[in-house]
């Protein structure tokens, strides 16, 4: 090894192989790997072949536009303007986060095909199901991909947009239809349900009940209703209000008991949730605090659609 | 072979870099054509090339809604200008003639519009919260495309429409409609599709089927009067 180029590299005897990279590339094909330290107002002026002497200059044999870029103030502009725009995305991005948390609601939508089927099937015929139970995996809930327990937002948000246009639908078959409707029966659902998640966190303050039931899972405990709104009303479509009654007397059933049977691990302390009656006042409240939500979902459902089947 | 490493390379132990052999040439960096021009050309081109360059990117576009197949096209170079059209075109053509159209049940123009771009839009999210790896706005630009079929679709429609009505005329018209929603919905899967794992193409491609249902519906129950 040469020795001024260990006397070079103090305290890196890495240096010597460092320095004969760019001498082996072959024929330096690609200029970026070797000026990449260097700043990008720099590498802009390739316009003109001999940028770094007399910038200014050598404006008059060059393009303008390249002079324009070479020039050094317009790069310091530049580079400003961008390291800008980075920030004001990071300050938009945080603040969005703070309303929106966005990594949260990923949680909620790590779904696949298979949770679907599986929970719309819950959804409808929760009665064999035994084990209510959402897995913990060191302090976090599984995702809902691994848990058919676990609560989602695409099945609602699915069956949120299905139903508005359902809906649509079943108001062109009775010409009671116009695009504004559309608007209307969206946004007259969405206050519903706003009411509903408002009303039960009201509820929950006032009972003081310490739960893990964040609104995010409330939303989408709350949301399940659609499903058996949307199958009542396409039903009623097809076959009539017989059909109608029928298929939503049992979605009605089947999500109070979804409802109960879910709640009750949330609201209800431990031991009344294995089943165990507990007296005290406490945990009556809860009972009943459960029991009235899980009745207000088929009114709701009845209440939202009857209008829609003639 | 250690003998043969040393004998062969045995020169290049006492070769030295010493004060007296300078060292000249030039460093210069080659001139990077695709800044060049991105810098000058499209600037001083005239009205003429820009306006062709683009409508040659749209229209090559349109063919590969027509045939699709999995390419990357619409994806790479993803552009607004053909999904506008598209709706302005599907928006005019939903219009009834009479000028006291308030109560008749038709779309105004501005709200196939707000159907078409929200639903775009919500579909985008959907894809983006699921887990797909594609940018919010190659998303918006593969939906508006494959909307081109649909738009085909309404204009058969038009023309059917100007003749005699009629259960033969509904048949014809929702066999035509049908055909291209189907056609809608191969068309976006084939490019959507691949942004997401296998388990969850279903879960991406319902909405998707939702929107041109919309689409698809608003044609259907288009009458002229």
């Known amino acids: 090894m040469h020795p001024t180029g260990l006397a070079a590299a103090a305290g890196t005897p890495r240096q010597p192989s460092k320095r004969r990279i760019p001498v082996s590339q072959p024929g330096m094909a690609d200029p970026h790997q070797l000026f990449d330290d260097t700043s990008s107002a720099q590498s802009r002026g390739y316009g003109a072949p001999r940028a770094p002497s007399g910038l200014g200059y050598s404006a008059a044999s060059t393009s303008p536009q390249a002079a324009f870029l070479a020039d050094p103030v317009s790069n310091m502009a530049m580079a ?77 948000a699915m069956a949120f947009i299905t139903y508005v246009l359902v809906a649509g639908l079943a108001l062109g078959t009775q010409d009671r239809f116009s695009p504004d409707l559309l608007g209307l029966q969206a946004s007259s659902a969405l206050a519903w349900l706003t009411l509903e998640v408002l009303a039960i966190l009201l509820s929950l303050y006032l009972v003081t009940i310490n739960t893990d039931l964040t609104t995010i899972d409330l939303v989408a405990f709350l949301g399940y209703k659609y499903v058996g709104m949307i199958g009542g009303v396409l039903t009623g479509l097809l076959f009539g209000k017989m059909g109608y009654y029928l298929v939503l007397g049992w979605c009605c ?45 088929p009114l709701l459902m009845y209440w939202l659609t009857f209008r829609l089947v003639r | 072979m250690g003998q043969f490493y040393s004998v062969a390379f ?17 460093i210069t960096i080659p001139m990077r054509s695709h800044i060049q021009e991105f810098d000058s050309s499209t600037l001083n081109e005239s009205v003429q090339n820009t306006i062709m360059r683009d409508l040659k990117a749209v229209g090559k576009k349109f063919m590969h809604v027509l045939y699709p197949r999995k390419s990357n096209t619409l994806l790479r170079d993803w552009d607004l200008w053909g999904p506008l059209i598209l709706c302005v075109t599907l928006a005019l053509m939903l219009q009834r003639g009479s000028a006291d159209s308030e109560k008749d049940g038709g779309p105004q123009f501005a709200e196939v519009f707000v159907i078409v771009w929200f639903g775009a839009v919500t579909i985008t999210l959907n894809t983006k919260l699921l887990g797909g790896n594609i940018s919010f706005f190659q ?18 429609c038009r023309l059917v429409l100007l003749a005699k009505p009629g259960p033969v005329n509904f048949v014809v018209r929702f066999f035509v409609v049908i055909v291209m929603f189907a056609w809608s919905i191969v068309a976006s899967t084939a490019f959507l599709a691949d942004s997401q794992p296998p388990n969850r193409k279903a879960l991406a491609v319902y909405p998707v089927f939702l929107f041109y249902f919309v689409i698809s519906w608003m044609i259907l129950t288009f009458t002229p009067q």
């Open chain 1, 80 to 156: 400003y303007g961008s390291s800008l725009a980075a920030q004001g995305k990071e300050l938009v991005d945080k603040n969005i986060d703070r309303f929106f948390p966005i990594s949260k609601l990923k949680y909620y939508f790590a779904v696949d095909t298979m949770y679907v089927g599986k929970k719309l099937g819950l959804l409808v015929f929760p009665y064999m199901h035994q084990d209510w139970e959402v897995q913990y995996q060191q302090d976090t809930p599984v995702a809902p991909r691994f848990d058919i327990n676990a609560p989602d937002l695409y099945i609602p």
């Open chain 2, 139 to 156: 998303s918006l630009c593969v939906l508006g495309y494959c909307i081109l079929p649909l738009t085909v679709a309404m204009l058969i």
């Open chain 1, 253 to 297: 059933a089947s999500i109070f008991v979804f409802m109960i049977r879910t709640l009750r691990l949330k609201i209800l302390a431990e031991a009344a949730a294995e089943g165990v009656p507990v007296r005290g006042a406490r945990n009556q409240l809860r009972m009943y605090l459960t029991m009235a939500v899980a009745t207000a979902q």
């Open chain 2, 10 to 26: 045995a020169g290049l132990s006492d070769v030295s870099i010493s004060q007296d052999i300078p060292v000249e040439g030039e």
